[in-house]
């Protein structure tokens, strides 16, 4: 950076001087010699014409150059300001891009999942229907076989004969003791279940007397 010395000089201390060179420390400090260099090199220049002209003691042309020095330096400032602003809401939009670019293709990923999982549900549908079909059974009941669980995982709130009501379980609440003597090693008492139980759900080596059988007991200890 320019020098700046008086050494020796006899002169008055001129009035803008010191304001001008303060300006040129502010610009530089920010930027502006690598952002504007040609206005920089500008502010420089008069500031440094202003010295030669103190020097050799011609008060008022350098005054004049201390002014236009602190006048280019105070607009140099401006511009540097507005830059910085500039780039900031550049930044600031390119990054919205980016989210806004990063959020559509979540958007496409989970739609294509979607479709994928409806694709593949529709095609196991598609196959246990022609499976059905071959055993002698409607579509409707291929499709009901289909779609019922063999486990549950407890949910916070739920009971067994909410559980037994479950259209994927049994459809029937009264059929909860069913459920509750498959799981008897995690069930001490069938009031009280857990969220996050996963029990299982008998059903290939259930007969139409165990189906009377539990409903009877349901019955008979009604689950409040």
């Not at 780039?87 to 294509?112: D, F, G, Q, S």
Request: proline share 4%; hydrophobic share 35%; glycine share 6%.
């Amino acid at each position: 950076m320019l020098v700046l010395s008086l050494a020796g000089c006899a002169s008055e201390p001129s009035r803008f001087r010191g304001e001008a060179i303060a300006a040129l420390q502010r610009v530089q400090g920010r930027g502006g010699e690598s952002l504007f260099p040609a206005e920089f090199k500008s502010v420089q220049e008069a500031l440094a014409k202003g010295e030669a002209l103190l020097q050799d003691e011609e008060d008022e042309d350098a005054e004049e150059y201390y002014t236009l020095a602190l006048m280019k330096g105070t607009l140099l400032e401006k511009e540097l300001r507005e830059e910085k602003a500039r780039r900031k809401e550049l930044a600031w939009r390119a990054e919205e891009r980016k989210k806004a670019e990063l959020e559509r293709r979540a958007r496409e990923e989970a739609k294509r999942l979607a479709q994928d999982k409806a694709q593949a549900l529709a095609q196991a549908q598609k196959e246990t229907v022609e499976a059905g079909h071959k055993k002698g059974k409607t579509q409707a009941q291929a499709l009901k076989e289909h779609l019922l669980v063999s486990s549950y995982t407890v949910k916070r709130g739920e009971s067994l004969p909410l559980i037994a009501s479950q259209p994927e379980v049994y459809g029937d609440r009264n059929l909860w003791p069913l459920i509750y003597r498959a799981n008897r090693d995690q069930i001490s008492d069938p009031r009280h279940i857990w969220p996050g139980q996963v029990l299982q759900v008998p059903r290939n080596n259930i007969g139409r007397d165990d189906i009377a059988e539990a409903r009877r007991y349901a019955q008979e200890r009604p689950l409040h």
